[in-house]
């Protein structure tokens, strides 16, 4: 059973909002950052156990990472831990490839050499290690709200059973989500658009967008 989750680039809004998540269920959370201070004050908010590291520190005590960085720091981010990763580790990768990493529109996708972030992730992570695209539209507000059912399914894939398997069981850590298995990882990209789709309905509707509902499923 799952014990314990890094939060790389565990600092920001949908980073904390995950952490709190986690750690109210139980599970011993490490974040991380590029700044041990600000990933130790992170991790004393949130309280439950919760530990604060730098990045490669956060890796090294843990089972599956979840990464929560933008676009522009997902590479450099994964070169600076790579050292940590062993066989049999799990990264979910909760990237959303967006122009504004380039100086465009918040709302509108980025299209990357690999097809998607998740398949970008995969390219740099040691032989061994398994990465499933997960957790891209769970809304940070609700996240950080721990009274608030997340009522809401989270899509993922990957190319490894066993590893989405284990994200499974984290996601149905969080109350009121549900895992649904969206394929393969090259199906990232469809993963990434939708979450741009959400984004750009939010912006459009003035709405803070809290999670997807798919109905039909058994």
């Not at 980073?15 to 130790?40: E, M, N, P, T």
């Not at 090259?186 to 789709?197: D, F, G, V």
Request: aromatic share 2%; net charge neutral; hydrophobic share 50%.
């Amino acid at each position: 059973m799952l014990e314990s989750v890094a939060i790389l680039g565990g600092t920001g809004a949908e980073g904390s909002g995950l952490a709190l998540r986690f750690a109210h269920a139980g599970l011993r959370v490490r974040i991380g950052s590029r700044d041990a201070a600000k990933a130790q004050s992170a991790a004393a908010r949130i309280g439950g156990g919760a530990e604060g590291f730098l990045n490669a520190g956060a890796l090294a005590g843990a089972e599956v990472a979840v990464l929560t960085v933008p676009l522009a720091a997902q590479i450099g981010m994964l070169k600076s831990v790579r050292a940590e990763w062993r066989p049999g580790m799990v990264l979910v990768d909760a990237t959303v490839p967006l122009e504004s990493a380039i100086g465009g529109r918040l709302s509108r996708p980025l299209t990357l050499w690999e097809g998607s972030a998740g398949e970008q992730a995969a390219r740099y992570v040691p032989e061994g290690v398994h990465v499933v695209s997960a957790f891209h539209s769970l809304g940070a507000e609700l996240l950080a709200d721990t009274a608030a059912p997340l009522d809401c399914d989270v899509l993922m894939c990957g190319d490894n059973a066993a590893a989405k398997e284990r994200v499974r069981h984290l996601v149905e850590l969080l109350p009121g989500a549900r895992a649904v298995d969206a394929g393969p990882l090259e199906n990232a990209r469809l993963l990434e658009n939708l979450a741009a789709l959400l984004i750009s309905l939010n912006l459009r509707h003035k709405v803070k967008h809290t999670g997807v509902r798919i109905t039909g499923l058994n």
